[in-house]
T-cell receptor, first 117, second 116 residues
Framework: GAGVSQSPSNKVTEKGKDVELRCDPISGHTALYWYRQSLGQGLEFLIYFQGNSAPDKSGLPSDRFSAERTGGSVSTLTIQRTQQEDSAVYLC???????????????FGPGTRLLVL | AQKITQTQPGMFVQEKEAVTLDCTYDTSDQSYGLFWYKQPSSGEMIFLIYQGSYDEQNATEGRYSLNFQKARKSANLVISASQLGDSAMYFCAMRESGTGRRALTFGSGTRLQVQP
């Protein structure tokens, strides 16, 4: 079946502009995660959605970052007033369920490479 | 303290030989999951293998096996019969259940290069 898809694959923007990154999880997966991968910081958790529960936003680095998940499926990560330090690869993942065990394995999309000039 | 420690920034292995990538973790939870992912130069994160903290047997998936030593808090990945296509970054990750947080915590990764 289709894996996690993300768009755009690459995004170049100017400092101060807003960007939107999109994630389509694997069909039927209830949980969706956003991570950021940068050279200096490695892989960092940003935000997690599970069904209709309130999202876990504990990893968002500032209030310039926000995300939503519509209809329990597609998610959009928005970065407002981008800064050069926001340059990174933004990875989305989904998992079939929560509750522990192998069923909580996260499957990743190809990522969006963001470059802020 | 680092939650996940991968002490080998880079490793070399000859094609067809076995290689072990080290991973130690730190948690006070009794219930947790350990994962290994492969990231080729193309950038996608590919799930390889999972080990639950209560699993009594080491996990295996084809040429991948996980050497789980719970008392030592280590979860080393063993790749048997290395292939050129195994050249990639490998990340160890942990999900802790006690806090209710579902995010993965990743190590810094090991870059494996398979030589012909």
């Amino acid at each position: 079946g289709a894996g996690v898809s993300q768009s755009p694959s690459n995004k170049v923007t100017e400092k101060g502009k807003d960007v939107e990154l999109r994630c389509d999880p694997i069909s039927g997966h209830t949980a969706l995660y956003w991570y950021r991968q940068s050279l200096g910081q490695g892989l960092e958790f940003l935000i997690y959605f599970q069904g209709n529960s309130a999202p876990d936003k504990s990893g968002l680095p500032s209030d310039r970052f926000s995300a939503e998940r519509t209809g329990g499926s597609v998610s959009t990560l928005t970065i407002q007033r981008t800064q050069q330090e926001d340059s990174a690869v933004y990875l989305c993942a989904s998992s079939p369920r929560v509750g522990g065990g192998a069923g909580e394995t996260q499957y990743f999309g190809p990522g969006t490479r963001l470059l802020v000039l | 303290a680092q939650k996940i420690t991968q002490t080998q920034p880079g490793m070399f292995v000859q094609e067809k030989e076995a290689v072990t990538l080290d991973c130690t973790y730190d948690t006070s939870d009794q219930s947790y999951g350990l994962f290994w992912y492969k990231q080729p130069s193309s950038g996608e994160m590919i799930f390889l293998i999972y080990q639950g903290s209560y699993d009594e047997q080491n996990a295996t998936e084809g040429r991948y096996s996980l050497n789980f030593q719970k008392a030592r808090k280590s979860a080393n990945l063993v790749i048997s019969a290395s292939q050129l296509g195994d050249s990639a970054m490998y990340f160890c990750a942990m999900r802790e259940s006690g806090t209710g947080r579902r995010a993965l915590t990743f190590g810094s990764g090991t870059r494996l290069q398979v030589q012909p």
